[in-house]
Nanobody
Framework: QVQLVESGGGLVQAGGSLRLSCAAS????????MGWYRQAPGKQRELVAT???????NYGDSVKGRFTISRDNVKNTVYLQMNSLKPEDTAVYYC?????????????????WGQGTQVTVSS
């Protein structure tokens, strides 16, 4: 089976930096889009950044110029470099990926989510 394992969350002061990682493992045939989403208490989940298999990126307006998404297709890993962090960035950050598996008999494509990693920015 496929798993997404996130790491890098924690507590930082405003203005600081943090790098999140999300590694996919398992019977992976290919990975299409990957991305990061976040959800703060009492709020809807919002897009942070996405990246296609070809490297095309898209960012939410609130993080443009501060966050950078990247991926390593050899390691099946997506990263989120977060700079100039603000208290309003505090949320649970979720990794997302569209993955095709090959069981040996047939292909199966679906969306996977990580369990989330907490990012807390203090003022």
């Amino acid at each position: 089976q496929v798993q997404l394992v996130e790491s890098g969350g924690g507590l930082v002061q405003a203005g600081g930096s943090l790098r999140l990682s999300c590694a996919a493992s398992g019977s992976i045939f290919s990975i299409n889009d990957m991305g990061w989403y976040r959800q703060a208490p009492g709020k809807q989940r919002e897009l942070v950044a996405t990246i296609t298999s070809g490297g095309t990126t898209n960012y939410g307006d609130s993080v443009k110029g501060r966050f950078t998404i990247s991926r390593d297709n050899v390691k099946n890993t997506v990263y989120l470099q977060m700079n100039s962090l603000k208290p309003e960035d505090t949320a649970v950050y979720y990794c997302n990926a569209q993955i095709t598996e090959y069981t040996g008999t047939y292909y199966r494509s679906r969306e996977y989510w990580g369990q989330g990693t907490q990012v807390t920015v203090s003022s």
